[in-house]
């Protein structure tokens, strides 16, 4: 291991645990060494699992919550460019992105926190059934019990964030289990929520096999909620095994984004091509399918390749760098794959190639519907570009795929946005945006295979609370 690797233990009940065993973490550019982190199992989830079920005994009051989350904010500000640093190392992620994403990260502590403050029941109008007459009813909103949090590797500080702060704003102890690929910056924000003053047993953090720490969380029944954000298989599977827990699930994408024949296709192209190869394509809302109008189809193209081919490739620390590696070698095979099946099968390649072991920002047009760059999420730094007659038949192409996150469109009519808004089905539409747009306090999530449910502060704390009615006889 490197001297400047970082070396972190498993948090249980306050106390940083080591087991005798580590997993390595490595840079997915240089393939060093960037960390090391103890490495658990099912006993140590059980004991974390223990351990927030006794915190649960002890509720917070909701202004120690807020407050703890507002120290986070300002701590992860604190300590910026550390967090950052943390991100790009273990997960490739071009430093400038990274900022983004640590900036991010407190956003969504700081909407948790206002989440916590206003936390509330409502007033149920008795009197308005004749039953009710001489009755006073309100609900409470009561923390749903131990939160299991399930966090994947491409947003491994922010996506942490949005499981971790609206459970505390909630009320819920969180038992975390990070990828295994990055979990540094999660225990980083665990080191950052104990600073802000969070008492024992309200966050545990455990990282190893992933199948034996899920098998804990599905069958202890104290685990009353379940917020796994990831692949669909994974999360889908996980959701079939706890059929008595709420299973909150935030899944991929094949992002597609119409434009339509009026559209700006100067800002189309300079926002598509930013978003289609941010961290390598390695977002759930990376732009993977532009279905383009045939009258501005080759007008499109033309404003789009030398857009694609001037993002810069390389090294994820390099201030300068747009498009980082992929996760690891068996992603980079896989997408090359993809790619050759596509133009095997007739696909015009617009740009592309690998250099210095990097795959390059690549673009095919004519790519057919069957093709897996088409229907399957890529997860890499690929976008398709095909023509359509019209922009019901790029609705339609759209809608083709298992997935429904995000999707976009850009037009210069408020009809046809309308159309598109009505007739996409995804849980977002974005109008003159890549699709790849968000905003922490938004509700984001997904229809179909891409999941079940909405993250952003004020509706995960919605999630991870439960409605208690409570009636007086006056
Ligand atoms: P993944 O392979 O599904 O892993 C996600 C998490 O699940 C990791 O912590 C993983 O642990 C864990 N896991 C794996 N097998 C498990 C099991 N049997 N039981 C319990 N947990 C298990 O996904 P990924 O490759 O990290 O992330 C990429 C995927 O996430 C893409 O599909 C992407 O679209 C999706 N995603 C969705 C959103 C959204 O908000 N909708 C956001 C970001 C990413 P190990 O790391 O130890 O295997």
Redesign the pocket.
């Known amino acids: 291991m490197a001297a400047t690797a970082t070396e972190r233990k498993l948090l249980i009940d306050g106390d940083w645990v080591e087991t005798g065993e580590w997993i390595e973490v490595r840079s997915p550019y240089s393939g060093d060494v960037v960390g090391r982190v103890a490495k658990g199992g099912a006993d140590e989830a059980r004991r974390a699992v223990d351990a927030a079920a006794r915190a649960l005994e002890s509720p917070l009051p909701a202004h120690k919550r807020a407050e703890v989350l507002v120290k986070v904010a300002g701590l992860i500000g604190r300590r910026h460019e550390e967090v950052a640093r943390t991100i790009s190392d273990e997960a490739g992620k071009p430093i400038k992105t990274a900022r983004v994403e640590a900036s991010r990260a407190m956003s969504t502590y700081t909407f948790a926190a206002v989440e916590a403050r206003k936390l509330a029941g409502e007033m149920i109008p008795m009197e308005s059934a004749q039953a009710g007459e001489g009755k006073l009813g309100f609900t409470l909103r009561k923390p749903i019990g131990v939160v299991g949090a399930?966090?994947?590797?491409?947003?491994p500080c922010n996506?942490v964030a949005h499981k971790l702060a609206p459970a505390l704003a909630a009320g819920c102890p969180v038992v975390l289990?990070?990828?295994?690929?990055t979990p540094l910056s999660a225990l980083l924000l665990a080191e950052l929520e104990l600073e802000a003053g969070l008492p024992d047993g309200w966050l545990n953090v455990i990282v190893?096999?992933?199948?034996e720490?899920?098998?804990v969380?599905?069958e202890d029944a104290r685990v009353r909620l379940i917020t796994?954000?990831?692949?669909?298989?994974?999360?889908w599977?996980?959701r079939e095994r706890a059929p008595r827990k709420r299973v909150n699930l935030?899944?991929?994408?094949s992002t597609p984004v119409i434009v339509a024949a009026d559209a700006d296709l100067e800002t189309a192209a300079t926002k598509l091509a930013a978003n289609a190869f941010a961290f390598a394509g390695?977002?759930?809302?990376s732009v993977q399918r532009i279905y383009v109008e045939r009258p501005a189809y080759d007008a499109f193209i033309q404003a789009f390749v030398p857009k694609v081919e001037a993002l810069k490739v390389g090294d994820p620390s390099d201030d300068e760098t747009d498009v980082g590696p992929v996760?690891d070698e068996g992603a980079h095979a896989r997408i090359l794959e993809w790619i050759e099946e596509a133009t095997s099968s007739g696909a015009r390649l617009l740009a592309g190639g690998v250099a210095g072991g990097l795959i390059l920002p690549t673009a095919l047009a004519e790519v057919a519907d069957d093709q897996k760059l088409s229907c399957e999420?890529v997860?890499g730094p690929v976008v398709i570009v095909n023509p359509v007659d019209s922009v019901d038949e790029a609705i339609a192409r759209a809608n083709g795929t298992r997935f429904g996150?995000q999707a976009g469109i850009f037009t210069a009519s408020i009809d046809t946005a309308l159309r598109a808004a009505d007739g996409l089905e995804f849980g977002g539409v974005t109008v003159n945006e890549a699709p790849t747009f968000r905003s922490d306090q938004m509700p984001?999530?997904?229809v179909k295979d891409?999941?079940n449910t909405r993250?952003g502060p004020a509706y995960a704390v919605r999630e991870m609370t439960e409605d208690r009615l409570v009636v007086i006889q006056r």
Do not use: H, M, R
Request: glycine share 20%.
């Open positions: 399930i966090s994947p590797f491409n947003f996506l289990k990070p990828a295994s690929q190893g096999p992933a199948s720490i899920g098998d969380l599905v796994f954000t990831g692949s669909s298989g994974i999360g599977g996980i935030e899944l991929g994408n390695q977002s759930c809302i996760i999420e997860f996150l984001y999530g997904g891409s999941g993250e």
